[in-house]
Protein backbone atom coordinates (compact mmCIF):
# COMPACT_ATOMS: atom_id res chain seq x y z
CA UNK A 1 0.00 0.00 0.00
CA UNK A 2 1.11 3.25 -1.13
CA UNK A 3 2.00 5.63 2.08
CA UNK A 4 0.51 9.25 0.80
CA UNK A 5 0.72 12.27 3.40
CA UNK A 6 -1.02 14.20 5.08
CA UNK A 7 -1.60 10.97 6.59
CA UNK A 8 -5.02 12.43 8.43
CA UNK A 9 -6.41 13.26 5.00
CA UNK A 10 -6.34 9.83 3.57
CA UNK A 11 -6.00 6.81 6.79
CA UNK A 12 -8.99 7.82 8.27
CA UNK A 13 -7.56 8.85 11.58
CA UNK A 14 -10.09 10.18 14.10
CA UNK A 15 -9.22 13.84 15.74
CA UNK A 16 -8.62 12.20 19.32
CA UNK A 17 -6.12 10.00 17.72
CA UNK A 18 -4.53 13.00 15.74
CA UNK A 19 -4.17 14.39 19.23
CA UNK A 20 -2.19 11.41 20.31
CA UNK A 21 -0.01 11.25 17.37
CA UNK A 22 0.50 15.47 17.85
CA UNK A 23 1.02 14.65 21.37
CA UNK A 24 4.04 12.80 20.57
CA UNK A 25 5.31 14.62 17.94
CA UNK A 26 5.67 17.56 20.14
CA UNK A 27 7.45 15.62 22.85
CA UNK A 28 9.96 14.75 20.05
CA UNK A 29 10.09 17.89 18.78
CA UNK A 30 10.70 19.28 22.54
CA UNK A 31 13.03 17.00 23.22
CA UNK A 32 15.36 17.57 20.24
CA UNK A 33 15.26 21.83 21.15
CA UNK A 34 16.61 20.76 24.37
CA UNK A 35 19.48 18.68 23.27
CA UNK A 36 20.26 21.74 21.33
CA UNK A 37 20.11 23.80 24.30
CA UNK A 38 17.12 25.82 22.79
CA UNK A 39 15.66 25.56 26.63
CA UNK A 40 18.39 28.11 27.96
CA UNK A 41 17.18 31.71 27.72
CA UNK A 42 20.88 32.67 27.77
CA UNK A 43 21.89 30.55 24.74
CA UNK A 44 19.10 31.79 22.39
CA UNK A 45 19.58 36.11 23.36
CA UNK A 46 23.09 35.02 22.81
CA UNK A 47 21.89 34.59 19.12
CA UNK A 48 21.28 38.26 18.87
CA UNK A 49 23.83 39.30 21.44
CA UNK A 50 25.65 37.94 18.28
CA UNK A 51 27.73 36.00 20.51
CA UNK A 52 26.65 32.16 19.92
CA UNK A 53 25.29 31.49 16.09
CA UNK A 54 23.56 28.44 17.73
CA UNK A 55 20.09 29.13 17.07
CA UNK A 56 20.67 30.37 13.24
CA UNK A 57 22.39 27.08 12.79
CA UNK A 58 19.99 24.70 13.77
CA UNK A 59 16.81 26.69 13.11
CA UNK A 60 17.90 27.42 9.28
CA UNK A 61 18.98 23.97 9.34
CA UNK A 62 15.53 22.51 10.28
CA UNK A 63 13.79 25.07 7.60
CA UNK A 64 16.37 24.17 4.64
CA UNK A 65 15.74 20.43 5.02
CA UNK A 66 12.11 20.55 5.64
CA UNK A 67 12.07 22.56 2.76
CA UNK A 68 13.98 20.50 0.54
CA UNK A 69 11.99 17.29 2.34
CA UNK A 70 8.50 18.74 1.25
CA UNK A 71 8.93 19.38 -2.37
CA UNK A 72 10.73 16.09 -2.83
CA UNK A 73 7.53 14.46 -1.27
CA UNK A 74 5.40 16.94 -3.49
CA UNK A 75 7.72 16.40 -7.15
CA UNK A 76 7.07 12.30 -5.94
CA UNK A 77 3.79 12.69 -5.59
CA UNK A 78 3.43 11.27 -2.47
CA UNK A 79 2.60 14.99 -0.54
CA UNK A 80 -0.44 16.10 -1.92
CA UNK A 81 -0.38 19.34 -1.61
CA UNK A 82 -3.73 19.99 -2.70
CA UNK A 83 -4.99 19.20 0.81
CA UNK A 84 -2.11 20.26 2.65
CA UNK A 85 -2.76 23.24 5.07
CA UNK A 86 -0.52 26.44 4.58
CA UNK A 87 -1.59 29.30 6.65
CA UNK A 88 -3.13 32.21 4.82
CA UNK A 89 -0.74 35.47 4.20
CA UNK A 90 -1.27 39.00 5.51
CA UNK A 91 1.15 40.16 4.55
CA UNK A 92 1.79 43.57 6.47
CA UNK A 93 -0.03 42.22 9.60
CA UNK A 94 2.37 39.30 9.97
CA UNK A 95 5.03 41.27 9.51
CA UNK A 96 4.09 43.60 12.44
CA UNK A 97 3.64 40.17 14.26
CA UNK A 98 7.07 39.00 13.65
CA UNK A 99 8.67 42.26 14.81
CA UNK A 100 6.41 42.56 18.39
CA UNK A 101 6.87 39.07 18.66
CA UNK A 102 10.95 38.58 18.15
CA UNK A 103 10.93 41.84 20.37
CA UNK A 104 9.66 39.44 23.09
CA UNK A 105 11.92 37.38 22.16
CA UNK A 106 14.88 39.13 22.69
CA UNK A 107 13.66 40.70 25.64
CA UNK A 108 11.85 37.09 27.63
CA UNK A 109 14.57 35.38 26.60
CA UNK A 110 11.74 32.46 24.58
CA UNK A 111 9.40 31.92 21.82
CA UNK A 112 6.24 30.29 23.08
CA UNK A 113 8.42 26.90 21.66
CA UNK A 114 11.09 26.96 23.82
CA UNK A 115 9.74 28.45 26.54
CA UNK A 116 7.74 25.26 26.97
CA UNK A 117 10.56 23.19 26.50
CA UNK A 118 12.19 25.63 29.45
CA UNK A 119 9.45 25.06 31.96
CA UNK A 120 9.59 21.46 31.05
CA UNK A 121 12.59 21.10 32.75
CA UNK A 122 11.72 23.14 35.54
CA UNK A 123 13.16 26.45 34.85
CA UNK A 124 10.87 29.45 36.47
CA UNK A 125 11.76 32.07 34.42
CA UNK A 126 9.59 30.15 31.26
CA UNK A 127 7.32 29.72 33.81
CA UNK A 128 6.45 33.43 34.10
CA UNK A 129 7.15 33.89 30.55
CA UNK A 130 4.26 31.29 29.53
CA UNK A 131 2.50 33.07 32.02
CA UNK A 132 2.75 36.23 29.74
CA UNK A 133 2.32 34.74 26.56
CA UNK A 134 -1.15 33.46 27.99
CA UNK A 135 -2.14 36.86 29.38
CA UNK A 136 -1.11 38.37 25.98
CA UNK A 137 -3.72 36.30 24.26
CA UNK A 138 -6.27 36.92 26.69
CA UNK A 139 -6.14 40.50 26.33
CA UNK A 140 -5.42 40.35 22.77
CA UNK A 141 -8.95 38.10 22.21
CA UNK A 142 -10.56 40.62 23.98
CA UNK A 143 -9.16 43.52 21.83
CA UNK A 144 -9.78 41.68 18.49
CA UNK A 145 -12.37 43.32 17.00
CA UNK A 146 -10.46 46.82 17.17
CA UNK A 147 -7.57 45.08 15.20
CA UNK A 148 -9.65 43.07 12.98
CA UNK A 149 -9.60 45.40 9.87
CA UNK A 150 -5.45 45.45 10.09
CA UNK A 151 -4.99 42.13 10.18
CA UNK A 152 -6.95 41.49 7.44
CA UNK A 153 -5.24 43.88 5.21
CA UNK A 154 -3.46 42.71 2.65
CA UNK A 155 -4.79 39.14 2.72
CA UNK A 156 -3.07 37.09 0.25
CA UNK A 157 -4.59 34.08 0.48
CA UNK A 158 -2.44 30.93 0.19
CA UNK A 159 -0.03 32.52 -1.15
CA UNK A 160 3.83 31.14 -1.89
CA UNK A 161 7.13 33.04 -1.84
CA UNK A 162 8.21 30.89 -5.09
CA UNK A 163 4.61 32.99 -6.52
CA UNK A 164 5.75 36.50 -5.28
CA UNK A 165 9.41 36.00 -7.08
CA UNK A 166 7.80 34.38 -10.08
CA UNK A 167 10.15 31.25 -10.29
CA UNK A 168 10.28 27.47 -9.86
CA UNK A 169 9.93 26.39 -6.57
CA UNK A 170 12.83 24.68 -7.02
CA UNK A 171 14.64 27.99 -7.41
CA UNK A 172 13.32 29.41 -4.43
CA UNK A 173 14.62 26.11 -2.46
CA UNK A 174 18.35 26.22 -3.84
CA UNK A 175 18.02 29.35 -3.22
CA UNK A 176 17.73 28.73 0.33
CA UNK A 177 20.21 26.38 0.32
CA UNK A 178 22.50 28.84 -0.96
CA UNK A 179 21.75 31.14 1.73
CA UNK A 180 21.61 28.76 4.76
CA UNK A 181 25.37 27.83 3.08
CA UNK A 182 26.40 31.46 3.03
CA UNK A 183 24.95 32.30 6.64
CA UNK A 184 26.67 29.04 8.46
CA UNK A 185 29.82 30.25 6.71
CA UNK A 186 29.71 33.88 7.78
CA UNK A 187 28.72 32.68 11.08
CA UNK A 188 31.68 30.54 11.99
CA UNK A 189 33.82 32.66 10.97
CA UNK A 190 32.47 35.39 13.59
CA UNK A 191 32.68 32.73 15.95
CA UNK A 192 36.17 31.59 15.19
CA UNK A 193 37.46 35.29 15.45
CA UNK A 194 35.71 35.71 18.98
CA UNK A 195 37.24 32.54 19.91
CA UNK A 196 40.50 33.09 19.09
CA UNK A 197 41.21 36.44 20.58
CA UNK A 198 44.85 36.66 21.90
CA UNK A 199 45.59 37.76 25.36
CA UNK A 200 48.45 39.82 25.46
CA UNK A 201 49.36 38.86 29.09
CA UNK A 202 49.65 35.00 28.24
CA UNK A 203 47.65 34.46 30.91
CA UNK A 204 45.13 31.74 31.39
CA UNK A 205 42.45 34.24 32.89
Do not use: H
Not at 108 to 127: E, F, H, M, N, Q
Request: charge should be negative; include cysteine.
Amino acid sequence: MEMTFPINAYAGFSPYLMLVVSFFVGIGFGFFLERAGFGSARKLTSQFYLNDWGVLKVMFTAVVVAGLGFWWLVSLGIQDLSVTYINPTFLVSQIVAGLILGLGFTVGGYCPGTSCVAAATGRLDALFYIGGVVFGILVFSLMEPLFSDFMNMTSMGEFYVWQWLGVAPGVTVLAAVLMAVGAFTLATSIERKKNNIVNPLGSDE
